[in-house]
C-alpha cells in the first residue's frame, strides 16, 4: 500500500531566488540534515541525474540513495522529484516531489512524498520515522529563510 504525506510552508516577504538557490547549495541540506541521524555521503545537486547519498541511523547505519529526476527551474518555479535508488528499511519505494513557487512578494514551498514498504504493516509503523523529516521543515525552513531576510 502507498502511504502518502504533503505539505506547504509559506514564507511571506522571502524572495524566492533566495530559496531557489538554497536548494542548489549544499549547506542548505547540511542544516536540513543537521538535527537528525543523518551522515550526508554524496549530494551532487538536485537537477536531472544527480544523486544524493545518505546514511541514516535506525538500528544500524542504512543506506538511502536517491536520483533526481523532473527538474524543472524558471523565474518562478523549482520543482525537482526525489526516486528512490537504494532505501533502507524494507522500502520498497520513494517518491519524494519538491516545489518552490513564487507567490507575490513570498515563496511556497510544497513537499509531497510517496512511499511503499515492503511489508505493509511495518510500513505503516515505520511511516512517522520516515515523515519526521520533512515534517520538520515546517519550522526549518523558515528558521533557515528567515535569518535571510
Known amino acids: 500500500m502507498i502511504m502518502k504525506y504533503h505539505q ?23 542544516f536540513l540534515t543537521s538535527f537528525q541521524p543523518v551522515k550526508i555521503i554524496n549530494w551532487s545537486g538536485v537537477e536531472n541525474n544527480k544523486m544524493a547519498f545518505f546514511k541514516l541511523w535506525f538500528l544500524g547505519w542504512n543506506n538511502f540513495k536517491v536520483k533526481h529526476s523532473n527538474y524543472i527551474r524558471n523565474k518562478n518555479e523549482l520543482s525537482f522529484i526525489d526516486e528512490g535508488v537504494e532505501l533502507p528499511l524494507g522500502l520498497k519505494s520513494w517518491h519524494h516531489k519538491h516545489i518552490v513557487e513564487k507567490k507575490g512578494n513570498g515563496t511556497i514551498i510544497i513537499d509531497s512524498l510517496k512511499i511503499e514498504h515492503t511489508n505493509s504493516l511495518i510500513g505503516y509503523i515505520l511511516f512517522p520515522m520516515f515523515i519526521a523529516p520533512i515534517i520538520i521543515r515546517k519550522i526549518l525552513y523558515r528558521i533557515y529563510f528567515f535569518k535571510k531576510i
Open 8 to 30: 506547504t510552508v509559506k514564507l511571506s516577504r522571502v524572495n524566492f531566488k533566495i530559496v531557489d538557490k538554497a536548494f542548489n547549495d549544499i549547506n542548505f541540506v547540511k
